[in-house]
Antibody
Framework: QITLKESGPTLVKPTQTLTLTCTFS??????????VVWIRQPPGKALEWLAL???????RYSPSLKSRLTITKDTSKNQVVLTMTNMDPVDTATYYCAHSPLARNFDYWGQGTLVTVSS | DIQMTQSPSTLSASVGDRVTITCRASQSISNWLAWYQQKLGKAPKFLIYDASSLESGVSSRFSGSGSGTEFTLTISSLQPDDFATYYCQQYNSYPRTFGQGTKVEIK
């Protein structure tokens, strides 16, 4: 049974760096073909893909946010970490991590964590 | 980036209705398309992959079709549990992109 859960601060100030952790079970990020993605959703708006990390440590980023994002994995802890620098109120959103088989679609999702950016 | 455009943005329908949602890609994505259902306050649920393959455990009321740039999601007989927002997503290239969503409301 695959499960994922996001954790991190619920409130960050503008210009601060956000660090989110996705802790998962039921699969290994050392298995060929497996990926984990981060996706966000501002209140009342559509889903936005942010970043992906593969089992082989290959990484992909949204071009519009690439300069601000870093995705890493800790295979031994079954965790994927996303950092986003220089946070702005427009980054207020629910942030989801998801399992991505063959880095295509997203078949298992975490519950999401709402991050508010405000001074 | 490949732009995904869904229509309509909102759809009002009754229980038992046949419902069709359209998703158009700004360039050909072959059949590299997925559909998700999202209820208010919940994470999206994966429904369909490769444009027309039903994910295990998903009701057969749902079906997908299309290739290239035009795709459809059909709900054959709308049930109360189906009132939600639906998103398409392409995985032909990076960055992965989603449509803006179609909200299915009770008529």
């Amino acid at each position: 049974q695959i499960t994922l859960k996001e954790s991190g601060p619920t409130l960050v100030k503008p210009t601060q760096t956000l660090t989110l952790t996705c802790t998962f079970s039921g699969f290994s990020l050392s298995t060929s073909g497996v990926g984990v993605v981060w996706i966000r959703q501002p209140p009342g708006k559509a889903l936005e893909w942010l970043a992906l990390i593969y089992w082989n440590d290959d990484k992909r980023y949204s071009p519009s946010l690439k300069s601000r994002l870093t995705i890493t994995k800790d295979t031994s802890k079954n965790q994927v970490v996303l950092t986003m620098t220089n946070m702005d109120p427009v980054d207020t959103a629910t942030y989801y991590c998801a399992h991505s088989p063959l880095a295509r679609n997203f078949d298992y999702w975490g519950q999401g964590t709402l991050v508010t950016v405000s001074s | 980036d490949i732009q995904m455009t869904q229509s309509p943005s909102t759809l009002s329908a009754s229980v038992g209705d046949r419902v069709t949602i359209t998703c158009r890609a700004s360039q050909s994505i072959s059949n590299w398309l997925a559909w998700y259902q999202q209820k208010l306050g919940k994470a999206p649920k994966f429904l369909i992959y490769d444009a027309s393959s039903l994910e295990s455990g998903v009701s057969s009321r749902f079906s997908g079709s299309g290739s290239g740039t035009e795709f459809t999601l059909t709900i054959s007989s709308l049930q109360p549990d189906d009132f939600a927002t639906y998103y398409c997503q392409q995985y032909n290239s990076y960055p992965r992109t989603f449509g803006q969503g179609t909200k299915v409301e009770i008529k």
